[in-house]
């Protein structure tokens, strides 16, 4: 199942985490994505940590972190399933670009400030980004739930 969101992060906490992507000091590669044109910061700001933690609609479940993801123009992703250790898993978008969202089976997540979804994994969660232009680069947060 997905659940596309609007608004679903505090502005404060947009405003923290654009201001620290521009920190090119953070950036590291995300593990298993190399040959991808994505970098990523885990767990970078301990109030935002807290919050996801603590966020009612995953009470029952396991928050094992999240990363700020910073994605290249020329970013794109094969169709794919998420590891099946994950339960669900959130994606936020931090900015407006002219960029691709993410598309699943039968619905495509707009790319856009505050926008994003909420997916519970299951083996029909099959999702991509598209090879599309334009496209300006991505700048997201990804949580995920045991």
């Not at 654009?18 to 700001?45: C, M, Y």
């Not at 700020?68 to 998420?82: E, I, R």
């Not at 909420?118 to 099959?126: C, L, R």
Request: glycine fraction near 4%; hydrophobic fraction near 35%.
């Amino acid at each position: 199942m997905i659940i596309e969101v609007e608004n679903f992060l505090p502005e404060k906490f947009i405003e923290q985490l654009v201001a620290l992507s521009d920190q090119s000091d953070k950036w590291t590669t995300q593990e298993n994505q190399g040959h991808l044109a994505r970098q990523k910061i885990f767990n970078p700001i301990h109030e935002i940590l807290c919050w996801f933690n603590d966020h009612p609609l995953f009470k029952h479940l396991k928050f094992t972190g999240y990363t700020v993801w910073k994605d290249a123009g020329d970013f794109s992703m094969d169709w794919h399933l998420d590891n099946e250790r994950v339960k669900v898993a959130v994606q936020i978008y931090l900015d407006n670009r002219d960029s691709p969202g993410t598309q699943f089976k039968d619905r495509h997540i707009r790319y856009g400030k505050n926008r994003g979804y909420i997916m519970f994994n299951n083996e029909d969660m099959q999702h991509c980004v598209p090879n599309e232009t334009p496209h300006e680069g991505r700048l997201s947060v990804y949580a995920l739930y045991e």
